[in-house]
Structure formats: structure tokens, C-alpha cells
């Protein structure tokens, strides 16, 4: 990883160092610009260094490519290189509308130049030739798929045309910045308005869409959309989206359910879209929901049962709604569910700088701000401000400039107690959930450990749940959308791209309709493995592996295997400086081509595998440690490093050890006392690994403005401050340490 980022910057230099004539009269000259944009777009295509990328990245290739190709105006070529793209992007066409807006455009502009007609007219000709080519599923998405934001858009290029002040030239990198948000202006403010319009027409060709505001027993107001298909006549099921992402959403989900014949149920959170109640995310689910599929069970326009869909928020949302279970909910399918106290806003009770930003982007407006939610420069800077001031976590907010009420309170309850217990099933609240199941995750996905949360607590209280899991190589829009054929920059195995809607709604008619059950459905666990381009099915999470390794903490040059147990004990010490926040970050190589970042961690490395093995499931086992302090975050890597040198992440697993035996209660460790800590709730991963390959486990602390900072005083960590830091963290790790390594075997 440290070779790949000199790399990097050694190319991002020579992008620099490369100039191209841009006069300075461009900056204030809109009639210059629009001659010079086609001309700087054609010099960036023929460069030696873009060219290079293709052989490097060829998706991010063709992405700058169709790109640079409608600045300058070779329209043709840009819709053929979009269709390579989408070939790139996803297979069966699934990526069928990405980018869409850049192919009316183009299209647009070629019917416009050939047919000597207006580009509204043109637009419009485009439009309909397009639309009419698209999957009835693909046409739910056209909308959001033009439906950027013009004015930031202009503010982008404004920004970049200013760095271009009293200069008469341009470096690569700015010239391509500069192409990027010129096309997104000129795109979005040439046919947004008109594109919207188009879609509208379509859409009241096809669908009846209603929005009403509901009022519940508690005289609290809730925007619901109901959209159904004009050609279904006869009462439906209905499924239903709680969508606290009001906006452009609502219609996308309520219109992805009438394609497949149901009745689609958008229904927003309080205090979102018409309603004027105060928005406190998570909090009233529960309750707002039952009330909710009351409501829609009684309609005309449903037969009596309804299914629940949605990812993230949207899939804790149907956590929520069987806390309470409502006797015409039939079925859900949480996708990437947040596990609400378990994985967000805290994973294994250590809070995420994350947290904050999510906040705002929910609450600032009834709809989501997305223009501040998309700002990764201030936020980047915000937590690091936060990080180098040295100031409490709850600080954090104070430091943005915003003041939160909700950032407050979550870090009032650090453990998984009854303020996060009461949001969702909690314990023998599963065991009466009876109704089937589906969950989809991903090894990628943010929220993995939330879905499977929810799926080991239903099957250890309820003995017969009717619940299926699908797992394979998805990130967190993947697996609530369709598997991209590139996961971390690596492509997935052909028979891992599968539509997960297309799953869903199978699912569906299986449970609501009597129809086939899907396919993929083997067993209750459904799990790709990956670089074998194959499914397995088992019954339980504990038969997605036969037999375990254990990984101890041992350097494999002392010692004929770390995988067998030490002979004699002994430990390797750590020491943190929780006051030094300039610290440089640390790298080891592990081959010729690749490192990986080691910073305030502790390197391990197996010796070379003699056979391939299948590492399938989650880590376990457990460290014995002591450390000067009464409590520390630890911080879990198992790379792979691949025959060719280059390193694969496998798993990861982070803890705050006072929490490590129990989520809900916290107990500290005592200072220069042996303590274990088992390791609990790490990331899946199902993968082939490859003879000749190694094993790298790193272990140590967390610390990075990522995440709260625990300085081990004893003290609530969101109220620790650098002043508490006193002496550096000490750490021992026991070479009887072991992180178990589960593998599969036919």
C-alpha cells in the first residue's frame, strides 16, 4: 500500500508538473470559455498519463473518458464509451441508467446538430427514444438520475475557474477537475428542468400517485406516498419503505414496487417532507410504524398483507416496526440494517466521528441536505480540527460550529442500554417474531455487523425463524441494490452479480403471492465464495465454516508455525502516545510491489501457505493483555498477501475492551493485571486463499480522528480530554493471544 501511494504521488506531481494553455480572459469570458473547454478536453485524452490508467484502472478510465469526450464535443464516441462503462460497472444491464443524464445530453446535442432543430425539441427526441429502450425497472430511476444540484454545480466550477485567476495555464490535474464540474453544470442546467417535466408525463401515464399526510394516535403528522400501477386494477399487497431520506427517494422506492406489481408505501420520518415534528432519528419507529400499516391494510387499494423493504435506516426501520408486530406485516427484508447502539452510532461501543455529519444531513431541512452531507473537505477538517485540539469527543459538535441536541444524547448512553434496547427487538422480544424473514449483506458493507445482529438474535430466540441470509462480496449499496462488478477496486466473481432487487421482489411474490421460492435460497445461509465463483448453502452461521485455525501472536521466523500455541510465554510490548498527534503514519512491506499501514499497530505474519483454504465466517478467540491504563480501544487487521505480492483485506474487528465481555455494562480493565478480551463481532468474509499466499494480522490501538480517542482514565471516554492522557498507553500482548480463523471445507 505505501509503493501504490508514492505512486500515486509521483503521478499526481507529474499531473502537476504538466501544463496546458488556458487563457487567463476564460475566467470572466463565458464565450472564451466555451471555445477552450473542447480544446483543454482533447489535449487531457491524448495525454500519455491518462492513457496509463486504462491499463491501471480501466473503469475509472472510461468514467473520465465519456467525460472528457462530451467537453469536447465528440458526442458519438462518448455514448459508445458509456456503454462500455455500464458493461464495466455491472453486468445484465443493471447499470443501464447510470450516467443517463450524460446520454441525453450527448444524444441531444447529435440530434440537435443533425436535424437542425432547437435542443429543447432535441432533448425531448432523446428523451423519448431512451426512455422507451429502458427496463421498466431502469425507468424508475431516470428522475434521480438528472436531478442534480445546479447551483452547487455552477459554484464547483466557478471555484475552479478561480484557481485559474491571472494564470495563462493549467496542470493536468486542475484541467481535469476543471472538464468535470464544467460538463456537470452544463449538463444538469441545460436539461434538468425539462428531463423532470418528461419524467412526470411518463409517470402519470403509467402510475397513480397519491401523497397524504397521516396523523397518529399521538397527534403527530407523517408524509406518506402511495404509488401504484394505472393498470392494476384489483387490490394489491403492499409494500412499504419507512424512508427517513425524504426527498427524490420517495418516489424511486414507492415506483420500484408498482413495476413489480405491488402497491408501493413511501412513508416519511417525524419532522420530515409536511410534517413539523421534531426529528429525533430512531426514536419513535416502533410505534409510528404499527400505526402506519394500520393504515395502508385498510385501504381499497390493498389486499389486506404487507411486506417491508429498505436499507440501512431503512432496513433498522423494519427491525423497529416487529418490535410491535403488526398482524398484516407479512414480511420484511432489512437490507444492510443499522444495528442501532450495536454498529451506529458507536461499533462495539465506540462512537464515530461519522455520527455528526449523518446527523446534520437528516435534520438540517425536511428534506436531506445534501450539499453539506457531500462536503468531505469541512467535515475532514472538522474531525480533524477535533483530533488536534485534543478536546473532549463531545466537543466535537462545538468545534463544527453547530451545536447538536442529538449528537449529545446518543453520547449519553455509551453502553447498549434501554435507550437503544427500546428502538428494536431486544432479547426474547425475537422470540416472537414468526412471520419470514430475508436479510441481505455484504463482506463490504458499513453495517454488517447490525444485519447480523439482528439474524443471530432471532435464531437464538426463536428456534424455528423462518429467516434467510444472502451474503457475498457487496459494499453497502450493493447489497440493497445489485452487486457492482468492482468491490475495493477488485471485480467480483461473475455469479456474485445478481440483482438484489430482483431478489427481493422474488421473495416477495414467494410470500405474498404463493410463488416460486428464489432460486438462490438453498438453505438458511446463502454465502458466495469468493475467487471460487460459487454459492454454498448451509443451515446455520456456524456451517459456513468446519474447522478453525487459531492465528497467535508470534513472529513466524521463531517458530515453525503461528499457528500452533506457543511453548513458552512470553509478549511483544506497545507503547501509544495519546499526546502526539502529528504522528507520521508507518507502513511494512510485504513484498516487492505492496505494504500495508501499521500505524500504532503491532505486525504478525504467517509463514507461506503450503495449500489453498477457504477462510469463511468471522474472527474469534480472544487477547490476553495488560496495560498500564484502565481501558483501550483495540484495533484488528487479517490481510491476505496474494502470491503476486499484493495485499488483501480480509477482516477487521474493533472493540473498546472495557465492553468487550458485555455491550451493555462496562468493565474496566486494572492496571499491570493479565486481562482477556474475546473478540467478538468482527467483519465476515467467505474467500479462497490461494497456496502460496500469507497471512498478516495486525493488532493494536485505535486512534485516528475517525473515532472517539480512549485515554484510559476510567472516565466516560466522550468527556476525556489530551489532558487526561498522562503517560503513554503501555500495552503487552501475550503470545497465547490467539485471533481464530474459521475455515470451510467441503
Known amino acids: 500500500m505505501k509503493i501504490k501511494i508514492l505512486l500515486a504521488l509521483i503521478f499526481v506531481n507529474l499531473m502537476q508538473a504538466q501544463k496546458f494553455y488556458f487563457p487567463k480572459t476564460a475566467v470572466k469570458d463565458s464565450s472564451v470559455l466555451e471555445k477552450q473547454m473542447p480544446l483543454l478536453a482533447s489535449k487531457l485524452i491524448a495525454q500519455p498519463q491518462f492513457l496509463k490508467l486504462k491499463k491501471a484502472r480501466k473503469i475509472a478510465y472510461l468514467d473520465n473518458l465519456l467525460r472528457l469526450q462530451i467537453v469536447a464535443r465528440d458526442y458519438k464516441k462518448s455514448i459508445s464509451t458509456l456503454s462500455d462503462y455500464r458493461g464495466e460497472y455491472a453486468d445484465h444491464n443493471m447499470a443501464g441508467n447510470k450516467y443517463i443524464a450524460y446520454e441525453f445530453y450527448s444524444m441531444a446535442k447529435l440530434i440537435e446538430s443533425k436535424e437542425n432543430t432547437s435542443f429543447p425539441n432535441a432533448l425531448q427526441k432523446a428523451f423519448n427514444k431512451k426512455y422507451e429502450s429502458l427496463s421498466d425497472q431502469l425507468t424508475t430511476k431516470v428522475g434521480i438520475g438528472v436531478d442534480g444540484d445546479v447551483n452547487d454545480s455552477r459554484k464547483l466550477l466557478n471555484k475552479a475557474l478561480d484557481k485559474q485567476k491571472d494564470k495563462d495555464s493549467i496542470d493536468y490535474g486542475s484541467a481535469l477537475a476543471l472538464c468535470k464540474s464544467y ?269 447480523l445482529y439482528y439474524f443471530k438474535e432471532h435464531h437464538q430466540y426463536n428456534k424455528n425463524a423462518n429467516h434467510y441470509l444472502v451474503i457475498g462480496p457487496y459494499n453497502h449499496g450493493g447489497a440493497q441494490s445489485y452487486g457492482f462488478t468492482y468491490v475495493t477496486d477488485s471485480p467480483i466473481d461473475p455469479v456474485a452479480r445478481i440483482s438484489i432487487d430482483d431478489l427481493a421482489f422474488s421473495w416477495f411474490d414467494y410470500i405474498l403471492k404463493n410463488g416460486k421460492k428464489p432460486a438462490l435460497l438453498k438453505d438458511r445461509i446463502n454465502f458466495q465464495v469468493m475467487n471460487t465463483n460459487t454459492w454454498k448453502h448451509v443451515p446455520t452461521l456456524e456451517k459456513m465454516h468446519t474447522s478453525t485455525v487459531n492465528f497467535y501472536l508470534q513472529d513466524h521466523k521463531n517458530t515453525p508455525s503461528v499457528f500452533n500455541q506457543p511453548a513458552n510465554k512470553s509478549f511483544v510490548k506497545q507503547t501509544v502516545d495519546f499526546t502526539n498527534r502529528d504522528q507520521k503514519d508507518s507502513y511494512h512491506k510485504v513484498s516487492k510491489t505492496d505494504s500495508v499501514k501499521t500505524t500504532n499497530s503491532v505486525y504478525f505474519e504467517s509463514e507461506v501457505l503450503d495449500k489453498d483454504l477457504i477462510i469463511s465466517g468471522n474472527l474469534s478467540g480472544f487477547f490476553n493483555v495488560s496495560i498500564n491504563k484502565k481501558d483501550f480501544d483495540t484495533d484488528t487487521y487479517l490481510y491476505q498477501i496474494q502470491p503476486d505480492g499484493k495485499a488483501f483485506l480480509l477482516s477487521t474487528h474493533i472493540v473498546r475492551a472495557s465492553y468487550a465481555k458485555n455491550n451493555a455494562v462496562r468493565q474496566l480493565l486494572a492496571p499491570g493485571k493479565e486481562e482477556q478480551i474475546p473478540i467478538k463481532n468482527s467483519i465476515f468474509i467467505s474467500k479462497k486463499i490461494e497456496k502460496g499466499s500469507k497471512l498478516v494480522l495486525l493488532v493494536g490501538v485505535n486512534k485516528n480522528p475517525n473515532w472517539q480517542i480512549n485515554y484510559g482514565t476510567g472516565k466516560d471516554v466522550s468527556d476525556e480530554t489530551m489532558q487526561d492522557s498522562g503517560q503513554p498507553l503501555e500495552i503487552k500482548w501475550y503470545n497465547d493471544s490467539y485471533v481464530e480463523i474459521p475455515i470451510y471445507q467441503e
Do not use: C
Request: proline fraction near 5%.
Open 183 to 451: 460538463l456537470n453544470y452544463k449538463t444538469y442546467s441545460s436539461l434538468k428542468p425539462q428531463i423532470i417535466q418528461l419524467v412526470a408525463s411518463k409517470d402519470q401515464e403509467k402510475f397513480i400517485t397519491e401523497t397524504k399526510d397521516l396523523k397518529t394516535k399521538s397527534g403527530n403528522t407523517l408524509t406518506i406516498t402511495i404509488v401504484r400501477k394505472k393498470e392494476n386494477k384489483s387490490p394489491l399487497p403492499v409494500i412499504l419503505t419507512n424512508n427517513i431520506y425524504a426527498g427524490p427517494l420517495d418516489a424511486v422506492f414507492g415506483k420500484r414496487a408498482a413495476v413489480y406489481n405491488y402497491v408501493g408505501a413511501v412513508v416519511n420520518t417525524r419532522g420530515k417532507r409536511n410534517s413539523n415534528d421534531e426529528n429525533n432519528p430512531f426514536e419513535h419507529e416502533s410505534q409510528d410504524i404499527y400505526e402506519v400499516i394500520d393504515w395502508v391494510s385498510q385501504q381499497p387499494w390493498s389486499n389486506g398483507k404487507v411486506g417491508m423493504i429498505g436499507g440501512s435506516y431503512l432496513g433498522f426501520s423494519q427491525w423497529a416496526a416487529v418490535k410491535k408486530l403488526h398482524p398484516a406485516l407479512k414480511t420484511i427484508v432489512p437490507q444492510v440494517a443499522v444495528g442501532i447502539g450495536i454498529d451506529y452510532p458507536a461499533q462495539n461501543n465506540i462512537f464515530m466521528s461519522y455520527m455528526l455529519q449523518w446527523i446534520n444531513y437528516v435534520t438540517n431541512n425536511k428534506l436531506t441536505d445534501e450539499a453539506d452531507f457531500n462536503n468531505f473537505t469541512k467535515w475532514d477538517s472538522i474531525n480533524t480540527a477535533w483530533y488536534k485540539s485534543g478536546k473532549s469527543f463531545r466537543a466535537l459538535d462545538t468545534i463544527s460550529g453547530k451545536p447538536n441536541t442529538i449528537f449529545q444524547r446518543w453520547l449519553d448512553h455509551p453502553g447498549y442500554d434501554e435507550y437503544w434496547q427500546k428502538m428494536v427487538p431486544y432479547k426474547e422480544d425475537f422470540a416472537n417474531i414468526n412471520i419470514p424473514i430475508l436479510t441481505t449483506t455484504g463482506y463490504y458493507d458499513d453495517d454488517q455487523v447490525g444485519a
